[in-house]
């Protein structure tokens, strides 16, 4: 018989693999008929602190979690706290 051993993936290679990140602000609870009649400028007020982290999360892992910033005209997140990886 003979054995066969398992290819290995370079870690080179996963390190180059594109991902997206959702950063979590809320959530907002409303019925169908509230977002249906939503209109440009309305405000839907998010279920969380002004002060609360952000989560920064990779399908539905949390990944990190961090801080509302201004960068230039735009938002970024300051990160506080970053999940361990698997060994």
Do not use: C, Y
Request: glycine share 6%; net charge negative; hydrophobic share 50%.
């Amino acid at each position: 018989m003979s054995e066969t051993k398992a290819a290995r993936v370079s870690t080179t290679l996963i390190d180059s693999v594109a991902v997206e990140l959702d950063a979590h602000l809320g959530q907002a609870k409303m019925t169908v008929g509230v977002l249906t009649a939503l209109k440009p400028g309305a405000v839907v007020p998010l279920e969380a602190a002004l002060n609360r982290p952000v989560e920064l999360r990779l399908g539905e892992a949390i990944v990190a979690r961090g801080e509302l910033v201004a960068v230039d005209d735009r938002f970024g997140v300051r990160l506080t706290e970053i999940a361990a990886w698997p060994e």
